[in-house]
């Protein structure tokens, strides 16, 4: 990073070389790099530097200008603008590095970007409830796909014993290929400082259901009451939403960096999230290339290197499972907005239907 750039006030706040070298343009016409901290009907709030000092100040802007008819590219918490301060308006949004999207409800076919700009995604899940390795690897995909460092925050740990919460950071980590899993407990502070090292310097975003203690263990990393906090119901574990915007919170000094804190997530619909899906399940996308047809759906085919591993243990049957399940779930959302990638989903879908009926049905007359 070069002198100049080392030295602005938004470094703390992720401006970086790159950064600089995409708003020259912008820099050209006279308008001033800022970072989204908050959108809200309209208009935004961005972090700026301040002119008269080495720090950075706070302003509202509307984002008329830059509205799209595409969901996904709508600004949000994270982006990076260029915004001219003289009329209270953002230009453009530079490139992003990195985008959080999940899908909305099933009745429509788009995105939602939740985050942008994330160094890390960090998956909250709180330790008061069952275990729910099937949700975790859910947000992996996403995390994965959105370009983000998957990091697995296991939260509450205060209210497990010691052999247990490590039978569960060994289960979390096995369905979590590739990603950190960190137990940490706000109330004891078990963990934190562990975390912390992680993230300073770096953009973070902070996802999980309602309840899995996000505002709380955002609070802690802050280290300020920056979150309302409620507590959670003991039947179950589930809260209410106490985040109901997405915030750009800063990280203390001398590590610094930057929390982007979300609401509580009900649904986590996967959009496009191929790829994020095979990281995911390294495992099994590895053992598929060693089967007998390229193409294999991993269901009941002849010389399946993937069944094969699971009569042997070396995987586990809830993983193949959940595999198969998020990876129809991607294929339908691709599908919905294209109308011919869906016929050529749905023939290659009764393909294999047949092909799998003939291979019960040869592997049956082999056993009599």
């Known amino acids: 990073m ?4 080392a030295q602005h006030p938004l470094v703390r706040y992720g401006w970086d070389e790159g950064f600089a070298a995409d708003f020259s343009a912008h820099a050209a016409e006279g308008l001033t790099p800022g970072r989204i901290v908050r959108v809200d009907r309209g208009r ?4 700026v530097a301040d002119g008269d ?11 008329a200008l830059v509205t799209t008819g595409d969901p996904v590219a709508i600004m949000c918490t994270g982006d990076w603008a260029a915004v001219d301060l ?30 942008a700009n994330a160094d890390c995604a960090i998956v909250a899940v709180s330790l008061a409830a069952d275990l729910d ?10 995390a994965w796909e959105s370009g983000a460092e998957p990091l697995v925050v296991l939260t509450k740990a205060d209210l497990v014993t010691a052999e247990v919460l490590g039978h569960l950071v060994a289960d979390t980590g096995a369905a979590a290929p590739g990603a950190q899993v960190v137990a940490v407990s706000a109330e004891t502070g078990e963990g934190l400082d562990v975390l912390a090292a992680v993230l300073g310097g770096r953009t973070s975003v902070l996802l999980g259901q309602s309840g899995a203690g996000k505002s709380t263990l955002a609070n802690a990393l802050v280290g300020a009451e920056v979150q309302d906090v409620r507590a959670t119901r003991d039947r179950d574990g589930k809260g209410r939403h106490t985040t109901t915007t997405r915030n750009l919170l800063p990280l203390p000094l001398p590590a610094g960096g930057v929390l982007i804190d979300t609401p509580g997530l009900r649904g986590v619909g996967l959009w496009d999230a191929g790829a994020g899906v095979a990281r995911t399940f390294s495992e099994i996308e ?19 290197a993937v069944l094969a591993a699971v009569e042997t243990g070396e995987l586990h049957q809830r993983r193949l499972d959940s595999y198969r399940k998020l990876v129809r779930e991607n294929e339908w959302i691709a599908s919905r907005t294209d109308a011919r990638l869906r016929a050529e ?5 009764k393909a294999k239907q047949v092909a799998g009926r003939l291979a019960m049905e040869y592997k049956r007359g082999r056993s009599r």
Do not use: K, M, Y
């Not at 070069?2 to 750039?5: D, G, N, Y």
């Not at 390795?133 to 996403?142: D, K, Q, S, T, V």
């Open 286 to 304: 590895a053992l598929a290339v060693r089967c007998r047809f390229h193409d294999c759906a991993h269901a009941a085919e002849p010389g399946c």
């Open 86 to 115: 003289a009329s209270g308006h953002v230009r453009a949004l530079l490139p992003r590095r990195t985008a959080f999207v999940r899908s909305t409800s099933s009745s429509r076919s788009e995105g939602q970007i939740l985050a």
């Open 44 to 47: 935004c709030d961005l972090v």
């Open 2 to 5: 070069s002198e100049h750039t």
């Open 53 to 63: 000092s080495d720090d950075v100040r706070h302003v509202l802007a509307d984002t």
């Open 345 to 349: 989903i749905r023939r290659d879908w």
């Open 133 to 142: 390795l099937g949700r975790i690897e859910r947000f992996l995909a996403l």
